[in-house]
C-alpha cells in the first residue's frame, strides 16, 4: 500500500509516520514545513527505504499533481492544517486557505486518481462547546465557535461532500485534545512542561476550568489506523479516551512531575499565572468515542498519569529538540499573543 501522508512533519503526522512504518507500507510525506513542521521529528526514519519526504504546499495544486502522478497513492491521510487556536484569533488568512482550499486540492486529486481511501484527520472542535453535562456523538450539530475550528468544520463538510457527491471513498476521525512526544510548544501541556523547566511564569487561561478531552497521540494513531483498516466509506468516527480533565489540574500535575523529576529546579505552582482569556474561549469537550469502540474494535492503551509522565521524560530528554522549536519565530508569536493580555491572579 502507498500512503500519502499530508502534514506528516508536525505532531500527530509524524508520530503516525513512525507507527505505520512498523508495517509493510511505503510512505511519501509531502509537507510546507510551516513553523510547526520540523523534519527532526523524523530524524530517525528518514533514510528508512520505504519513506520519502517532500517539501510542498497542499495549497499549490500543480505540485500536489505531480506528486500524485509519479507516486500513485492507494491511500491519501490529511494532517495538514494550520492547527492552533490561538493563532487563528491573531489571523486566520492561512487556516482558510490551507485548512479549506489545501484540503478540497487534495480532495479533487484523490477523486482524479481514483484513490482507495481518504482519511480525514478531524477534531472535536468542530462540535463547538459543551455545558457540564454531556458528550460529543457522531450526530451532534457542528458548531464551530473559532475561526480554526470553523475551517476544520468546512474541511468536514467538504469531504463529506466528495463522498455522497462523486463516490469517493472517505472517512473522517475526530479527536480530542492529543499530547506526547514532538508537540510544538504553543500547545498547554508541551508549553507548561518547558516553561517549568525554565522556571518563568507558567501562563494560565482565566479560571483555568475549562474542560478539555486528553488522548495520547499513539493512541490517535492508532485509532486513524483502524479507520484506514475497517471504517466505513462516508462515515465518521469519534476519537477519544475519556480523559477529561480541567486546565488547571493538568498544569498542576505537570508542575509536580517536573519538580519530582528535576529537584534541583525551583518549580512551583507559584509560576502559574492566571491571564486574560483567550476569545470565545470553548468551556468543555468531551467525546464519546463508543462508535468507533464497538465497530473497528479499537480502544485507547495509555493512561493520562502514564502518558504525562512519559511525556514530561521524552521533553526533558531531547533538549536539542527543545532548542530547534524554542526559537526567536516561537518568542515573536508568543510575545504577540500573551504580552497585552491582562494578568488576573
Ligand atoms: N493537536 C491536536 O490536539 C489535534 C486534535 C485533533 C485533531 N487535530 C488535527 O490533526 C492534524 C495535525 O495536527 P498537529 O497537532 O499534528 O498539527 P501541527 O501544527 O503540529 O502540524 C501540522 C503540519 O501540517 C503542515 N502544514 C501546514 N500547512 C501546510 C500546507 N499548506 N501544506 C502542507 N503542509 C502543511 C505543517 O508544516 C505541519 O507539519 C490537524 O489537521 C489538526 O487539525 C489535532
Known sequence: MRYLVAGGAGFIGSNFIRCLLDSDVEILNFDKLTYAGNLLNLADIEKNKNYTFVKGDICDRKTLKKVFNKFKPDVVVNFAA??????????????????????????????????????QVSTDEVYGSLGKKGFFTEDTPL???????ASKASADVLVKSYSVTHGLPVVIGRCGNNYGPYQFPEKLIPLT???????????????????????????????????????KT???????????????????????EVAKKVPEKKISERQICFVEDRKGHDR??????????????????????????????????????????????????????YSKRKVIA
Not at 493538568?250 to 509536580?256: D, G, L, N, T
Open 234 to 256: 462516508g462515515e465518521v468516527y469519534n476519537i477519544g479516551a475519556k480523559q477529561e480533565m480541567k486546565n488547571i489540574d493538568v498544569v498542576k500535575s505537570i508542575i509536580s
Open 82 to 119: 494550520e492547527s492552533h487556536v490561538d493563532r487563528s484569533i491573531l489571523d486566520a488568512d492561512e487556516f482558510i486557505k490551507t485548512n479549506i482550499a489545501g484540503t478540497h486540492n487534495l480532495l479533487k486529486l484523490s477523486l482524479e486518481y481514483g484513490i482507495d481511501k481518504f482519511v
Open 193 to 231: 512542561i518547558l516553561h517549568c523547566m525554565k522556571e518563568g511564569k507558567i501562563p494560565v487561561y482565566g479560571d483555568g476550568l475549562n474542560i478539555r478531552d486528553w488522548i495520547h497521540v499513539l493512541d490517535h494513531c492508532r485509532a486513524l489506523d483502524a479507520i484506514i483498516q475497517k471504517g
Open 143 to 149: 458548531n464551530p465557535r473559532n475561526p480554526y475550528s
Open 284 to 337: 468543555r469537550y468531551a467525546t464519546d468515542p463508543s462508535k468507533i469502540i464497538k465497530t473497528l474494535k479499537w480502544k485507547p492503551k495509555i493512561s493520562f498519569k502514564e502518558g504525562l509522565c512519559e511525556t514530561v521524560d521524552w521533553y526533558l530528554e531531547n533538549p536539542s529538540w527543545v532548542k530547534s522549536v524554542f526559537n526567536k519565530s516561537y518568542m515573536r508569536y508568543y510575545k504577540a499573543n
